[in-house]
């Protein structure tokens, strides 16, 4: 897995020493944040399904014992706040982190979501320290998810036609996120963050062709041929209808722009996708 070396961050603020609970804390930006934490001195709890005390979404039963003595909390919900009761299971957390004594939440939340956006005012509105890391596409779904087979057998079919996205280092999301958790001078804000540039789905399977070294098409197809091919190839119905959302609905245009998001945080410009490329290559992640 390709990461960049961890940005220093700052010093934890005026808190005590309880940990600061990181929900998703096995998963992409979870694991990543806890890693920034732990550097910088500041106690950290990751939980996830799966964690010595885990925490389940699924599961409310576990949340009191995975968020107990917290003070802090980052919130990463999955799969994706777009799905199916996404928004009362964020507003029954929010609830139990308030009570458990929690005063600053750092929420994960969609770019150009309409569902994100939801969540994301009932974590404003809870009357605790906020911040909220706004995103789209991460370089890492081509290194680390369901994008990065394809890549590898040479082949990338998407329903994303020519579309461009700003698409993100998940290293420098979650930089601003564990950065906002530590630093009260970065919470009230909405950290609305891209990469550098806009880049269609052509363009990045260009990028690692020419990293690699190898042949690689992009193949434009519809969404329901898409559909039917990841059902055919054992995706979960579940996941091909959050695909099927995120490539048909939020795919159109709306995020055809690129912040300054990561700079206004960090004083530092955004990864571009061509380093993130040249490494990953070099790591050997596409072979």
Not at 46 to 58: C, E, L, N, S, Y
Not at 77 to 100: E, H, N, Q, W
Not at 171 to 199: F, I, N, Q
Request: hydrophobic share 45%; glycine share 10%.
């Amino acid at each position: 897995m390709t990461s960049t070396k961890p940005s220093p961050a700052p010093l934890p603020d005026s808190f005590t020493t309880a940990p600061t609970v990181v929900l998703g804390g096995t998963g992409k930006t979870g694991a990543r944040v806890a890693e920034r934490l732990r550097a910088a001195g500041s106690p950290v709890r990751p939980v996830g399904r799966r964690t010595p005390i885990p925490f389940d979404w699924a599961d409310r039963d576990t949340w009191d014992a995975a968020i107990a003595g917290s003070e802090r909390a980052y919130v990463a919900y999955a799969p994706d706040l777009a799905v199916p009761g996404a928004l009362d299971d964020v507003r029954a957390l929010t609830d139990r982190l308030i009570t458990g004594g929690v005063q600053r939440i750092v929420l994960l939340s969609g770019r150009g979501e309409p569902e994100a956006a939801d969540a994301e005012d009932i974590v404003i509105a809870s009357g605790v320290e906020w911040g909220v890391v706004r995103c789209s596409w991460f370089f890492q779904n081509f290194t680390e998810s369901y994008l990065r087979d394809p890549l590898v057998q040479g082949a990338l079919h998407l329903p994303a036609g020519g579309v461009s996205e700003p698409f993100v280092d998940v290293d420098d999301v979650a930089d601003v996120a564990a950065a906002t958790l530590m630093d009260a001078s970065l919470t009230g804000r909405v950290h609305e963050l891209t990469g550098p540039e806009l880049l269609t789905f052509g363009q990045i399977t260009e990028i690692v062709a020419r990293c690699t070294g190898r042949t690689i098409d992009y193949i434009p197809v519809s969404a329901e041929e898409y559909a039917q091919a990841a059902l055919a190839e054992g995706v979960p119905a579940e996941v091909v209808t959050l695909l099927r959302y995120l490539f048909g609905v939020v795919l159109d245009g709306r995020n055809e722009s690129v912040t300054d998001g990561v700079e206004r945080a960090l004083g530092r410009a955004p990864r571009s996708f061509e380093s993130f490329a040249a490494a990953s290559a070099a790591a050997g992640l596409w072979k």
